[in-house]
């Protein structure tokens, strides 16, 4: 509920703080002393359009806190932990008007936008009006509000949660069908690129490893033949090697006659020698290596160019033909099992139609039934509030074909005001006072359901008087005790319903040079005058006062 309002340079207002409570409190005073005003300030915490001309002149900003104590499960909490606002019993809603027109938005002191204000401002505070074109009167809250007079909320949480499985189903299915039809598009390429990739076998790497092999022959070819007479040097018919060997053998024969003349030649040759044979076995694995068949150059350089070929052909680099042949092989095996895939999520496509449309129609079945007592419940209102002649019901159009998250059912409250003349959708058929009073019979019946924590009425009873008056604030006083109601009112019948009573007033300031807008909530004696004036007008008699206190002995 609102517990405190503070507003700051708006228009007439400089300085006001009033403090609320549960129950109905009514807002009186003379024409002009800034009621309008009041409620501006309050649209504007609430999430409002901004006016550069709320502003006080005079000034750079006007400002407006609205303060709230808010359960642990209402709606709101949900909405704060949504964006990321920190709250704890108390929720704060501050709007900031600048003179240039531009607006702030704080939620708990951290800057939201004005659409988050404007969401929290709708689950917390509802407006009615005669002019008012929101709230009860706007037919797209009509489904929810029969669904909360009939306890179906759980009912239709259940048909969204089966539309949102029936659309995933069918997205499913649908995105399938469309894969299997396009693989169906390209089976015959498919079939014969994959028969053309699985005799070509490529392997990852295999390119690099063909080119380093196909280099290394080509290269061979030009270096063997002086490899082989470079071995012939060494190890052919023309070698040197048998002579040295010999000479060695010689030399080791005299070797004890003169060992240091003939010991270090002996080692010089072992050091040669042992050389050159060494060079003999490198030399010998060179040829090898560069002896090759000109056929496996043949076949290396049929296999590279055939590589190449199959990955100009498919626009792939070589080393990727592998993977796209394991692809190619998916959408295969794709088009031969995707029928029977897909026969599996069109028999889903067809449970979820199923469960859905079952639950939409139960759910259709109820909102019919709750429709009947609604319509009772709100008609036994009308004829105290002189809507007698008038009748009121809940339009319902069930369309399968129309289906959506919230069912099968569009609903909308239509009124008939006279006997033969043709009903039609509240907001247009009912004129101001009829629709204020249309929207307090619903209210009252909705109070306890689908309800705002706090209502506020602006003039609801303007252009009635006496019973209707008085019908009015027992209904205004019957919704209070279940919801806070305030009531901007200036029939006394209302007011004497009241549990705190406000008074709107202008007062001089500067000597007469300005005037500022103030609220006063007012004792027992002092309300017994302001209901007195509201009934007898400027001068207050001895008579107004004892009628002022007999109405609020009746209300209490």
Not at 193 to 210: N, R
Not at 221 to 239: F, H, M, N
Not at 461 to 487: C, E, F, N, W
Request: glycine letters at 6%; a negative charge.
């Amino acid at each position: 509920m609102l517990s405190r309002l503070s507003i700051r340079d708006i228009v007439l207002i400089d300085r006001l703080d009033i403090d609320f409570a549960k129950g109905l409190a009514v807002l009186t005073g003379e024409t002009g002393a800034g009621k309008s005003i009041l409620l501006d300030s309050f649209a504007l915490a609430l999430g409002g359009r901004g006016d550069q001309n709320l502003v006080r002149q005079g000034v750079e900003q006007g400002q407006v806190i609205a303060v709230f104590e808010v359960s642990a499960r209402h709606p709101a909490r949900a909405l704060l932990k949504a964006n990321d606002i920190t709250g704890d019993d108390e929720l704060i809603l501050r709007r900031v008007q600048l003179s240039d027109g531009r607006t702030r938005a704080f939620v708990n002191d951290q800057p939201v936008s004005v659409q988050v204000m404007r969401q929290l401002g709708s689950a917390l505070v509802e407006i009615h009006g005669q002019h008012d074109d929101r709230a009860l009167v706007d037919a797209s809250t009509h489904r929810s509000l029969l669904d909360a007079f009939g306890a179906l909320e759980d009912d239709a949480t259940k048909v969204t949660t089966l539309w949102d499985a029936r659309r995933a189903a069918h997205e499913a299915a649908d995105s399938h069908r469309a894969e299997v039809e396009r693989a169906k598009r390209e089976s015959d390429w498919l079939r014969h690129s994959v028969d053309e990739l699985d005799k070509l076998a490529p392997q990852p790497g295999e390119e690099t490893t063909l080119a380093t092999r196909r280099t290394v022959m080509m290269q061979s070819e030009k270096v063997a033949g002086d490899l082989r007479d470079a071995y012939d040097v060494i190890a052919g018919p023309k070698s040197s090697v048998p002579d040295l060997s010999a000479a060695i053998r010689r030399l080791e024969r005299r070797g004890a006659q003169a060992p240091s003349l003939v010991e270090p030649a002996v080692k010089s040759f072992d050091v040669a020698l042992n050389a050159l044979e060494e060079t003999r076995g490198h030399l010998e694995a060179a040829l090898r290596a560069a002896d090759f068949d000109p056929a496996e150059l043949e076949r290396n350089e049929e296999r590279l160019f055939a590589l190449r070929a199959a990955g100009r052909k498919y626009n792939v680099p070589v080393d990727d033909l592998a993977a796209l042949a394991r692809k190619y092989n998916n959408d295969i095996a794709l088009i031969d099992a995707g029928e029977a895939q897909l026969k599996t999520l069109v028999a889903a496509v067809a449970k979820a139609d199923a469960d859905f449309r079952k639950s939409a129609e139960a759910l259709s079945k109820a909102r019919v039934k709750a429709a009947a007592a609604l319509d009772k419940s709100v008609n036994a209102e009308l004829k105290p509030l002189k809507l007698e002649r008038a009748t009121f019901t809940t339009q319902i159009d069930t369309d399968a074909a129309a289906a959506g998250p919230n069912g099968i059912d569009r609903v909308e409250f239509w009124v008939q005001t006279n006997p033969g003349t043709k009903p039609g959708p509240l907001m247009k058929i009912a004129s101001g006072g009829e629709l204020a009073r249309f929207l307090l019979a619903l209210k009252v019946v909705l109070a306890d359901r689908g309800s705002a924590p706090t209502l506020v009425f602006d003039e609801i009873d303007t252009g009635v008087g006496g019973a209707v008056a008085d019908a009015i604030g027992s209904r205004l006083g019957r919704l209070a005790r279940g919801v806070q109601v305030l009531a901007v009112t200036h029939a006394p019948q209302v007011a004497a319903q009241a549990d705190r009573h406000y008074v709107i007033s202008k007062d001089a300031l500067e000597k007469g040079k300005r005037v500022a807008t103030r609220v006063t909530e007012v004792a027992e004696d002092r309300r017994r005058e302001e209901i007195a004036r509201m009934l007898a007008g400027a001068e207050i008699t001895n008579e107004a006062r004892a009628a002022a206190e007999r109405l609020i002995k009746a209300a209490s």
